[in-house]
């Protein structure tokens, strides 16, 4: 791993660069000054980027939420997110038409027409989580849990994120829930990173040799790192306290290291 002080010291040598949105970008109220400024240098050096984010939202969203936490409009370019996935798989696949959801009401827009929700475990085909209360854990979800486990039901989760940096806290995502169904042996479905085919649909958007920027060493440099892709760990996110514990305790090495996304 070679530690940068810049994205400019590595950035000419790719087609394209992938960034993730929390923690890289900005920490969920707004925008980094650093981050601005690599954006405004790549576009002004002609580099193409885009963004890759587990947010359980269609990706036409992106733009319009980056722009409100304080970014340029004209940096705010195209997006994939784990809730494109979702809309992209429960699309092109059969899991039944009876959903149970669990997560906040707006990002019920990532499940295509023809869907029906359910108000019971014992009418669904599957389970849809995009998200779980801030400061929740898996153990307020016993019963759902146990439920859906009883039915076999895959469970599809639109937001791999474990927990995620807001302002001066961490939140806890849908993943945190999804992971806990598949550790009891239910039947998981994730739809974001670190999953190999999310970082094929994103790479769509840019082609070529690619770079993937971001601070999850579990989602983003785990999962690019699997895809092909070279990294770059941003230690000021989410392992902001741990990056170098993190680090040794990680079964991957990202390629660079920056202690905050600075071009």
Not at 32 to 48: C, E, M, N, T, V
Not at 106 to 119: C, H
Not at 147 to 152: D, P, Y
Request: hydrophobic fraction near 45%.
């Amino acid at each position: 791993m070679q530690n940068l002080t810049g994205l400019s010291e590595v950035a000419p040598r790719y087609d394209g660069i992938l960034f993730d949105i929390y923690g890289v970008i900005h920490n969920g109220v707004a925008c980094f000054p650093g981050a601005i400024d690599s954006l405004q240098a790549l576009k002004d050096a002609g580099i193409p980027y885009g963004f890759l984010s587990n947010m359980p939202r269609r990706a036409e969203r992106v733009r319009s939420a980056l722009i409100a936490l304080g970014m340029p409009e004209a940096l705010a370019v195209g997006a994939f997110t784990s809730g494109e996935a979702v809309f992209r798989a429960l699309g092109g696949a059969e899991y039944g038409k009876r959903y149970y959801f669990q997560g906040p009401e707006r990002t019920r827009e990532i499940v295509p027409e023809g869907y029906r929700p359910v108000a019971q475990i014992s009418e669904a085909d599957f389970v849809l989580v995009t998200g779980i209360g801030d400061e929740e854990t898996p153990d307020d979800y016993t019963s759902l849990l146990q439920a859906a486990l009883a039915r076999n039901l895959p469970m599809i989760c639109g937001n791999p994120d474990l927990r995620v940096g807001h302002g001066d806290k961490t939140v806890a995502c849908a993943g945190l829930l999804v992971d806990a169904y598949e550790r009891m042996g239910g039947d998981a479905r994730w739809m974001g990173k670190p999953h190999k085919a999310v970082f094929a649909m994103a790479g769509e958007m840019l082609g070529g040799r690619l770079l993937m920027v971001g601070d999850s060493l579990r989602t983003d440099i785990a999962g690019a790192s699997a895809a092909g892709l070279d990294t770059v760990f941003v230690k000021s996110g989410i392992h902001a306290e741990d990056a170098d514990q993190a680090l040794k305790d990680s079964a991957v090495t990202p390629s660079f290291s920056l202690p905050r996304l600075a071009w």
